[in-house]
Structure formats: structure tokens, C-alpha cells
């Protein structure tokens, strides 16, 4: 069974770039997370989504993060203008229950801002 | 906000020695979750404990949660080199709009030794 995938596997742009990470979910889950997990602060939740509506996206950094899901399989995070800070891994995760059930993670994304 | 934190932060053991690693939270939880991330790689869930259950059992995995003192713990038995991961409780709590979604820790990182 295929599972979350995650593209890229690694970034390194340069500082004021626009960085667009994508997500293809297990099929069938409905709901959709993005975390960002770093060594100071752990794994944090961003965004995430039932059946392609934004639920809570009271993680989201700021407003120089955004986030969509057009359709059941896909979605995209997307950073513009990108800062040094914004440097982590960022993973998508999905599942076919509410938000605080058992949740599959991709390999996530590595993003290096210089 | 963090909800769980795990203890200790780092431990290293032989292989074939068990391994116990604790988790704490704050506030009233319907379930605790476990789950495993090897280097490099996205989160996996190994196990969910209820909040009316008190031990759980997963092959060489055994789970316990005190809800009195709003803690669990993680004994993997008779511990293997390919157990070398990092491994954090998330706990269930309500994000924005009282949408359910999980909070981690930041996690035990575990180095079984050959």
C-alpha cells in the first residue's frame, strides 16, 4: 500500500524564495495535517483538514504560510517570502478518523533556508 | 502548547535489555498514543491507550496510564538494535473551534546497542 508521500524530500533555497511543499494522502483518509518539527520546539501542528476544508490553522506561523487542498489527493504548503527561521522538517500526515486518532506520516520534507 | 513530556530525553541500553520511557501531560485526555520515528523518517503509531484502559500490550510493546497522576509509560521488552529510534506520546486535546487534534512531546531517543 502506498503511503503518505511528500515532495520534495529536500529544499535548499535562498531567503526571500518561494518554497511550495506537497502531499498526496492515503487514499480514502479524509483528513489531512501538516506538522513542523524542529529540535527546539518538537513537532508542531500547522494546518489541518476534513474532507479538503481547513479545520484549524491556528499553527500557521504567519501570514507568509498558506496552505490548500484543491482536491481528496492532494495538497500543497507553501511559504512565501521564506526566512532562515523557517528551517525544519515539515511533515504531512493523514487519517481516516477525527484528528486525535491514530495518524500515518510521510518522510517529510526537509527544508534548508540560506 | 505542549501537553506531553516525555522522560528521560535520551537513553542507551544493551540489546537485550528492556527499555521504559515515561510520558507526562497536563490536562485530561481521551486517549495517549505512542509512536516511533527512526532517523530521517516520518512518525509511526505504535500504540493507543484509552483513558478507561490502564495497560495495553503490543507484541514486545507494553503500555501503561495512570490517569491519577496524568502519566504513561512505553516498556519495549528484550530490546533489539532496530528499536534505536526516537519515540514520543502525543495526547488528544481541542485546537480551534474545539476541533480534536493530537499534541506531542518532543520525545526519548533511544540507542540500543549491539
Known amino acids: 500500500d502506498a503511503g503518505v508521500i511528500q515532495s520534495p524530500r529536500h529544499e535548499v533555497t535562498e531567503m526571500g524564495q518561494e518554497v511550495t511543499l506537497r502531499c498526496k494522502p492515503i487514499?480514502?483518509?479524509?483528513?489531512l495535517f501538516w506538522y513542523r518539527q524542529t529540535m527546539m520546539r518538537g513537532l508542531e501542528l500547522l494546518i489541518y483538514f476534513n474532507n479538503n476544508v481547513p479545520i484549524d490553522d491556528s499553527g500557521m506561523p504567519e501570514d507568509r504560510f498558506s496552505a490548500k487542498m484543491p482536491n481528496a489527493s492532494f495538497s500543497t504548503l507553501k511559504i512565501q517570502p521564506s526566512e532562515p527561521r523557517d528551517s525544519a522538517v515539515y511533515f504531512c500526515?493523514?487519517?481516516?478518523?477525527?484528528?486525535?486518532?491514530?495518524?500515518?506520516f510521510g518522510d517529510g520534507t526537509r527544508l534548508s533556508i540560506l | 502548547s505542549q501537553q506531553g513530556e516525555e522522560d528521560p530525553q535520551a537513553l542507551s541500553i544493551q540489546e537485550g535489555e528492556n527499555a521504559t520511557m515515561n510520558c507526562s501531560y497536563k490536562t485530561s485526555i481521551n486517549n495517549l498514543q505512542w509512536y516511533r520515528q527512526n532517523s530521517g523518517r516520518g512518525l509511526v503509531h505504535l500504540i493507543l491507550?484509552?483513558?478507561?484502559?490502564r495497560e495495553k500490550h503490543s507484541g514486545r510493546l507494553r503500555v501503561t496510564l495512570d490517569t491519577s497522576k496524568k502519566s504513561s509509560s512505553l516498556l519495549i521488552t528484550a530490546s533489539r538494535a532496530a528499536d534505536t529510534a526516537s519515540y514520543f506520546c502525543a495526547t488528544d486535546a481541542r485546537g480551534k473551534g474545539g476541533s480534536e487534534k493530537l499534541v506531542f512531546g518532543k520525545g526519548t531517543k533511544l540507542t540500543v546497542n549491539p
Open positions: 487514499s480514502g483518509h479524509d483528513y
Open positions: 491507550i484509552r483513558s478507561n484502559e
Open positions: 500526515a493523514s487519517s481516516s478518523h477525527r484528528g486525535n486518532q491514530p495518524q500515518h
